[in-house]
Structures are given as C-alpha cells and as structure tokens.
C-alpha cells in the first residue's frame, strides 16, 4: 500500500512534548506527510516527508509506520529537542523529524489547525454542507422533470379518457337502440302468434346453445381478417401442393376458408414482399421462436399503433390474432385435428375482441404470454422433458390466449377491498381467472366458437381440464402455494411423466410467460414497465376516488417504480425463474436477463419510469 493511501485516512494528529513545544502530523497537498511544529517562543517548524526520506527512516510499512505515529502522537509520548537552527520532533517507534524553521507565527498558525480541527468534530464540514446543499438542488431539478412527465401523462391521460368517453357513450346508444327494436320485435312476435311473452321469455332461458356471456363481437362471427395475410403466416409452415382441393369437402376442414399457397406460389410472394404491411408482419412472425419476439412492433403495424386508439377494435385483428393463427399452425394442429377453420377464425376473433383497451391487461399482453409460453414449450425443452402429447400442447397455447380474458384494468385485491359482486360470487378466491376462463368456456357453448368440436369427449375433458389449471395458476395469490409445489416435486423426482406432474409444469410455464417481461431484453422490458404503471396509477385513481388508500405502487403521486420492480423482480420473478431454470436449464438465461434489468434500476433509483 502506498503512503498515499495510507494517509488518505489519517485525521490531524496533534501532540504536546516534554518542553511545551506542540506537533502536528496530517497529509500534504502532495500526499506526504507533513509534520509542523510550535515551541514556547512562538518560533514556527514546518517539514515534508516522502516515502524515499520516511524509508530512509526506517519505514518499511507504511501502514505500521503510521499507526505507531499515531499512537505516540495521542499519548504525548514525543520528545523535542533543538538541532541548530532547525528543531528535533523524536517519535517514539518512527524515528526523529527535523523540521526546518520558517517566518510566521507558529502559535497562529497551529491554533488554525487546532479550531478547524475543533470545527470538523463540533459541526458539520462545510465541504458536506455545500455537497448536501447541491445533492438537494439536483434533487429538486429531478422531481421538477418527473413534475413535467406527470403533467404530460395527466394530459395525454385526460385526452384519452375523453375519447373513450365519447366512444363509450356513442356505443350504450348504439346498444340501446338495438334492444329497443328486439324488444319491439319480440312483442310483435308475441302479438302474431298469440303466445304469452312470459313463454317466449322461457323458451329463450332454455335455449342449450345460447351464451349467458356478452358476445364482445356483437353481430358478427368473425373479423374482417386479410385473407393474403393468413395464407401468408400459414404458407410458412404447410406445404402445399393443391392437388385435389375442396373447400366443402370435410377433409379439407382445416382450409376451408384460407386457401394455402402452393410451395411455388409461397417462394415467389415472399421474393416480393418488400416493405408492404404484409412483408413487415411476415419479417417479425419469422422471430416467433426467439425470445425477443416483439408484440409492441406487431401490433403497431397491424393497428397502428400499440397504445389505445390501436387496441380498441382492431378490425382486422391484432397481434393476439397473428400469434395465435401462426402458432397453431407452426405446430400442425390445425390439419392434424382437422379443425373447422371457420370456427378456428371465428373463436380467434372472439377471444382477441374479449380483451379491453387496458394500458397492460389487453390482447397485446396475451399474445406477449402466448409467445413465451410457445418458446418454453420448445426451445425451453418443456415438450421433451415432460414428453407432452399435441392435446396437451394446444391445451397450453389455448390457456395462455385466454389467460386474461375480459381483465377489467384492476386486480382482486381491489374487487376485494371494494366487495364487488364478483368478489362474492367467487368468495375473495381467484376472482379474475375464475372469469377469464369460464367466460370463454361459456362462449364456446354456441357452436360457431366452439374450437374443441374436433376432439372425442375424452380430449374435450382432458385439455378443458388442463386449460383451467393453468389459467387459475396465474393468480398471483396462489404464487407461493404453486412455487412450493413445483419445488417439492422437483426435489422428490425430476420426472414429470405424470398428468398432474405435466399439468403443474404447464402451470409454471405460463406462470412464468405472465411474468416474463422482467427477464427480457431492455428495450422490451422498460416498455412493459411503462404499460403496467399507467394501468397501476389507473387502479389507484379509481380507489383514491371511492375513499380508499392507494394499494402499494400505485399511487401516480409518489411513484416508485424503481422500488417496486426491484421487490418484485427479488421476491417473486428471480427464485420463480431460477426454480425453473433447475428444471429446463435452456431458460437459465432468463436470469441474467432479470439481474440486469434489476442493475438499471439499481444505478436509476431516482427514476419513477424508464
């Protein structure tokens, strides 16, 4: 260790001899040492010392040489004596300093040191008070900047509330009108058929096919989807030939609607996609098997953007609807199981549509899990490790599609705190996953949307059954329970051969995909950050107004993003991943993805947003 850095931390050291003369020893400007000192005649002694002339004294430590200056400088063990002109200061252990004269007043110059010496220990240094007053200053510049960001979001906040508003109003009117005149409809049926309406009324409630779920497509089966576009994101994984097609033929149930391009036609249309929409929906579907698969890219070119205005309807579906189309084809179920592909678009349609505009909750998010569930499965190794059967497969893609279906922008703790009328029907237990996958099941009872009438009664049970678990297991306040169990088996057996092993690992897969976002790349991960603190902040809004405190990071007045992601990502995202990681050593990378998103953090702690 050099002098330097051993004198870095060495205070003034002041020292009293035998004949009243006073020592002082403290670092140089140079990073020295420098000794001064005072006798009674008011004579003044000053010299330096570097590591050559304190080695030539016998300081081959320089550490040890230090620490016995300081003791025998504390216990006035020094002797002085004078040496000519000069003056002697003996050191006990270290040797003698001669100190060269010099003009000035040594008593005014040591009591200097002395009162500022006395001012460090009694107050505060004033170096620290200058510090801590500009420390103060950039703090306050940097929540006037967050003050600025606020007031921008307020207003932009306000803007599409408005929207909404008046799209909302425009639409109660809508549905208004339309019940009046079924109403009057139905009276008239009445009428000219002499049947009571209380009877009709009954007729209706026993219907078998009809839904007690609103259809969020309204009149229609299916959206007004680009044709070329899915023959585009299906030529990519069949192979055609076209020989013997027949659209009305049930062998061809699974193209009755998109005609594929043939092997030839494919390979030419996709020579000249160029810059076109289809060509830039064609380029991001060919990352569906990395785990940096964009959603936010997608749907703004699908949409126009990935915000409000561009997830309120989505005429011509989505990012949801891609993701979803491609994978069922990239794993051949459509043509292995035959599936009506009617029915295939029309249940696609419904569940994209079933999703509502919400900052993070929505369709966006869905395909975003669909996507990370998809990879688990494959390039994770879920489907070797656990040897998973296609009903068990397309079970899994179907649940991480729906996992969030009908998510109002609020979790359970809030339909809890407030006792909502889900909140009793469901008992405070897993209030919204109950309804995002009962809502859809229920839907699938009308026969237009009912993507499981290819499968026996045996497949139906099995993958309905699988789907519930693993949209139930998404529930948050089950995250421990699940974790615990997943952890046990893990330590008990590694292989999950079994239904309920294969459906606990599902269960983790997804759970996993929900929460992704903190284990992916930068970019991607503080866009996510942005959309679940508007929905948070929305969230407390909602409960500031009706009287109750906000839930924790939720309140948009003191934010604290930082905090709050570093939490999550410590107590739930890291040993979830890391668990995982054990089983599917593929995803290990997860991880260091988590921790470097936790760094950004770490070193922006005074962000409240990326």
Same mark, same amino acid.
């Given at each position: 260790?050099?002098?330097?850095?051993?004198l870095?931390?060495?205070?003034?050291?002041?020292?009293?001899?035998?004949?009243?003369?006073?020592?002082?020893?403290?670092?140089?400007?140079?990073?020295?040492?420098?000794?001064?000192?005072?006798?009674?005649h008011?004579?003044y002694?000053?010299?330096?010392?570097?590591?050559?002339?304190?080695q030539?004294? +016998?300081?081959?430590?320089?550490?040890?040489?230090?620490?016995?200056?300081?003791?025998?400088?504390?216990?006035?063990?020094?002797t002085s004596?004078?040496?000519a002109?000069?003056?002697?200061?003996?050191?006990p +252990?270290?040797?003698?300093?001669?100190?060269?004269?010099s003009?000035g007043n040594?008593?005014?110059?040591?009591?200097?040191n002395?009162?500022?010496?006395?001012?460090?220990?009694?107050?505060?240094?004033?170096?620290?008070?200058?510090?801590?007053?500009?420390?103060?200053?950039?703090?306050?510049m940097?929540k006037?900047?967050?003050?600025?960001?606020?007031?921008?979001?307020?207003?932009?906040?306000?803007?599409?509330?408005?929207?909404?508003?008046?799209?909302?109003?425009t639409?109660?009117?809508?549905?208004?009108?339309?019940?009046?005149?079924?109403e009057?409809?139905?009276?008239?049926?009445?009428?000219?058929?002499g049947?009571?309406?209380?009877?009709?009324?009954?007729?209706?409630?026993d219907?078998?096919?009809?839904?007690r779920?609103?259809?969020p497509? +309204?009149?229609?089966?299916?959206?007004?989807?680009?044709?070329?576009?899915?023959r585009?994101?299906?030529?990519?994984?069949?192979?055609?030939?076209?020989?013997?097609y027949?659209?009305?033929?049930?062998?061809?149930?699974y193209?009755?609607?998109?005609?594929?391009?043939?092997?030839?036609?494919?390979n030419?249309?996709t020579?000249?996609?160029?810059?076109?929409?289809?060509?830039?929906?064609?380029h991001?579907?060919q990352?569906?098997?990395?785990?940096?698969?964009?959603?936010?890219?997608?749907q703004?070119?699908?949409?126009?953007?990935?915000?409000?205005?561009?997830?309120?309807k989505?005429e011509?579906?989505?990012?949801?609807?891609?993701?979803?189309?491609?994978?069922?084809?990239?794993?051949g179920?459509?043509?292995?199981?035959?599936?009506?592909?009617?029915?295939l678009?029309?249940?696609?349609?419904?569940?994209?549509?079933?999703y509502?505009p919400?900052?993070?909750?929505?369709?966006?998010?869905?395909?975003?899990?669909?996507?990370i569930?998809?990879?688990?499965?494959?390039?994770?190794?879920?489907?070797?490790?656990?040897?998973?059967?296609?009903?068990?497969i397309?079970?899994?893609?179907?649940?991480?599609?729906?996992?969030?279906?009908?998510?109002?922008?609020i979790n359970?703790?809030f339909?809890?705190?407030?006792q909502t009328?889900?909140?009793?029907l469901?008992?405070?237990?897993?209030?919204?996953?109950?309804?995002?996958?009962s809502?859809?099941?229920?839907?699938?009872?009308?026969?237009?949307?009912?993507?499981?009438?290819?499968?026996?009664?045996?497949?139906k049970?099995?993958?309905?059954?699988?789907?519930?678990?693993?949209?139930?297991a998404?529930?948050?306040?089950?995250?421990?329970?699940?974790?615990?169990?997943?952890?046990r088996?893990?330590?008990?057996?590694?292989d999950?051969?079994?239904?309920?092993?294969?459906?606990?690992?599902?269960?983790m897969?997804?759970?996993?995909?929900?929460?992704s976002?903190?284990?992916?790349?930068?970019?991607l991960?503080?866009?996510?950050?942005?959309?679940?603190?508007?929905?948070?902040?929305?969230?407390g809004?909602?409960?500031r107004?009706?009287?109750?405190?906000?839930?924790?990071?939720?309140?948009r007045y003191?934010?604290?993003?930082?905090?709050?992601?570093?939490?999550?990502?410590?107590?739930?995202v890291?040993?979830?991943?890391?668990?995982?990681?054990?089983?599917?050593?593929a995803?290990?990378?997860?991880?260091?993805?988590?921790?470097?998103?936790?760094?950004y953090w770490?070193?922006?702690?005074?962000?409240?947003?990326?």
């Amino acid at each position: 260790m050099s002098l330097k850095d051993v004198l870095t931390t060495l205070p003034k050291l002041f020292t009293k001899t035998q004949s009243d003369t006073i020592g002082l020893a403290k670092i140089s400007a140079e990073g020295n040492l420098s000794v001064t000192a005072t006798n009674p005649h008011n004579d003044y002694f000053v010299g330096t010392f570097d590591e050559q002339a304190l080695q030539k004294m +016998g300081a081959n430590d320089f550490r040890s040489f230090i620490d016995q200056l300081t003791v025998s400088f504390n216990e006035n063990k020094c002797t002085s004596s004078p040496a000519a002109n000069d003056w002697a200061l003996e050191v006990p +252990g270290c040797g003698k300093f001669i100190l060269k004269k010099s003009p000035g007043n040594g008593h005014i110059a040591m009591l200097d040191n002395i009162l500022s010496f006395a001012r460090l220990r009694a107050s505060r240094d004033p170096d620290k008070l200058l510090g801590d007053v500009q420390k103060k200053a950039q703090d306050a510049m940097a929540k006037a900047k967050s003050l600025e960001k606020e007031e921008k979001h307020f207003t932009e906040t306000i803007e599409a509330s408005r929207e909404k508003i008046e799209y909302n109003t425009t639409r109660i009117k809508e549905l208004q009108e339309e019940l009046s005149t079924l109403e009057a409809a139905k009276k008239k049926a009445a009428a000219e058929s002499g049947i009571p309406q209380e009877d009709l009324q009954d007729d209706e409630d026993d219907d078998d096919g009809v839904s007690r779920v609103r259809n969020p497509l +309204g009149d229609t089966d299916c959206k007004d989807v680009d044709h070329n576009l899915l023959r585009l994101i299906k030529g990519q994984f069949m192979a055609w030939d076209g020989q013997g097609y027949d659209p009305e033929s049930h062998t061809y149930r699974y193209c009755c609607v998109i005609r594929p391009y043939t092997t030839s036609e494919f390979n030419q249309i996709t020579e000249t996609l160029g810059d076109s929409m289809q060509g830039k929906i064609y380029h991001l579907l060919q990352d569906l098997d990395k785990w940096g698969y964009d959603v936010f890219a997608l749907q703004e070119t699908m949409c126009g953007s990935f915000m409000h205005e561009g997830l309120v309807k989505q005429e011509r579906g989505g990012s949801l609807f891609a993701t979803a189309y491609a994978l069922f084809h990239r794993y051949g179920f459509v043509r292995d199981f035959n599936m009506n592909e009617k029915i295939l678009l029309n249940w696609l349609s419904l569940v994209e549509a079933g999703y509502h505009p919400n900052p993070y909750h929505n369709s966006m998010h869905a395909a975003d899990v669909l996507h990370i569930t998809h990879y688990i499965l494959s390039t994770g190794g879920l489907i070797s490790k656990c040897k998973l059967a296609n009903e068990d497969i397309f079970a899994a893609l179907c649940a991480a599609a729906i996992h969030d279906y009908n998510h109002p922008g609020i979790n359970n703790n809030f339909h809890i705190k407030v006792q909502t009328y889900l909140a009793t029907l469901y008992n405070d237990r897993s209030i919204l996953e109950n309804i995002h996958v009962s809502s859809v099941f229920e839907l699938m009872k009308t026969e237009k949307f009912n993507i499981l009438e290819c499968f026996t009664d045996d497949q139906k049970r099995d993958i309905r059954e699988t789907i519930v678990e693993m949209v139930l297991a998404t529930d948050m306040g089950l995250h421990a329970k699940i974790l615990g169990t997943f952890k046990r088996r893990l330590s008990e057996d590694q292989d999950f051969k079994k239904k309920e092993d294969i459906r606990l690992a599902l269960s983790m897969a997804v759970k996993m995909a929900d929460i992704s976002n903190c284990g992916r790349e930068q970019k991607l991960y503080l866009g996510w950050c942005n959309q679940i603190s508007d929905e948070f902040y929305m969230q407390g809004d909602r409960e500031r107004n009706l009287g109750f405190p906000c839930s924790p990071f939720m309140d948009r007045y003191q934010p604290a993003m930082a905090k709050g992601q570093i939490a999550f990502m410590n107590y739930i995202v890291v040993p979830l991943f890391e668990c995982i990681s054990e089983f599917l050593p593929a995803m290990h990378f997860s991880v260091d993805y988590t921790e470097e998103n936790k760094s950004y953090w770490n070193n922006n702690d005074g962000q409240n947003g990326p």
